[in-house]
């Protein structure tokens, strides 16, 4: 089975409010990439993935007037993909959901909210984040899709679709107001992180596989103020010590001597000259139990998967669809 997750930059732009496919001669949320340039090339990419389940992070919108799950199965259908299931969790208000599109033959996935050792995603959260003794209340603006999954083979596990908080300091104008924001906003992804490690090692102290994955906005040595802090927030939800660990292998390159080959999962332009910044923030990290399925992780990157680059259409499509690129795992389940 291939489970993969993909954060699919403005998705929700390609589709009206009856999850209809808009004009495709129309801009999509893409910087210079029609509406329709976009679609045809996530139909490319969802193809050539050929998964059974994709946690799709940055998924159209979902709110009274907006269908997500319509506008997912329209894309299902237009280009012909087996995924035409939809599993949503708590939606947000961002425009930005999580939702994971599957292939119903292959897998049963249900929405199954926990408090298994911290509260829901969908509430709150306190933490003492600048060692006053005064707890901050944390919340998740785009709050974790926790699901049941039921393979066909029947396999029971646990999955969580994340998008955690982004750390760039939108909004700031000057030197000190970027590090104010960026201070700020590393102390509520940590926060973030650490809520949902407690209930990460609630799931495994239960003895329940278990699969984390999604947007992280954050990793190893991915920014200076990581040092005021000790950790990253992947690395605390992967957890340390004698606690029960989590795997993913790019996490681990990531963790390794500066002078070692690094993955990377998105290519972002900067400005004032647009040149290319890369970064690893996507992630699919397994419990212990699911290391004995043959796991083998791919990143479906452009310019660093030889099957990617060789393929001239795919990595088009992959540049065109997304900021990100896709990161799967093929595991015996």
């Excluded at 329209?74 to 947000?92: C, D, H, P, S, W």
């Excluded at 090692?201 to 802090?229: K, R, S």
Aim: some cysteine; glycine content about 6%; proline content about 6%.
């Amino acid at each position: 089975m291939r489970i993969a997750t993909y954060n699919v930059e403005w998705f929700t732009h390609l589709f009206d409010d009856a999850g209809r496919f808009l004009p495709y001669d129309g801009w999509s949320g893409r910087r210079e990439v029609r509406r329709g340039s976009q679609a045809r090339a996530l139909g490319r990419v969802f193809r050539a993935m050929d998964a059974d389940a994709i946690m799709v992070i940055e998924a159209p919108d979902d709110h009274r007037n907006r269908d997500a799950a319509a506008a997912l199965r329209t894309f299902a259908a237009r280009f012909r993909l087996r995924t035409r299931e939809v599993l949503l969790g708590f939606v947000n208000d961002t425009q930005q959901e999580i939702a994971l599109l599957y292939d119903r033959a292959r897998l049963e996935a249900w929405h199954a909210p926990s408090e298994l050792g911290a509260p829901r995603f969908d509430g709150q959260f306190r933490i003492d984040l600048d060692i006053d003794r005064a707890p901050e209340r944390v919340i998740w603006s785009k709050p974790p899709l926790e699901a049941e999954i039921l393979t066909a083979t029947g396999t029971a596990l646990r999955m969580i679709g994340v998008h955690a908080k982004s750390k760039a300091p939108h909004g700031a104008r000057t030197e000190a107001q970027m590090m104010a924001v960026s201070i700020a906003n590393r102390r509520k992804q940590l926060a973030q992180c650490i809520w949902l490690r407690k209930r990460v090692e609630a799931h495994l102290a239960a003895g329940e596989d278990l699969i984390v994955l999604g947007d992280f906005n954050d990793g190893p040595g991915l920014d200076a103020y990581e040092t005021l802090f000790g950790r990253s927030g992947v690395e605390i939800v992967l957890g340390d010590g004698e606690g029960r660990r989590l795997f993913d292998p790019h996490a681990k390159a990531a963790l390794g001597p500066p002078s070692a080959a690094r993955p990377t999962t998105a290519r972002f332009r900067l400005p004032p000259d647009g040149r290319y910044l890369t970064a690893l923030l996507d992630y699919v990290m397994l419990s212990e139990g699911l290391m004995s399925k043959r796991p083998a992780w791919r990143i479906w990157h452009p310019f660093e998967d030889p099957e990617c680059y060789a393929d001239p259409v795919l990595r088009r499509a992959l540049l065109a669809a997304s900021d990100h690129f896709p990161v799967s795992v093929d595991l015996d389940i």
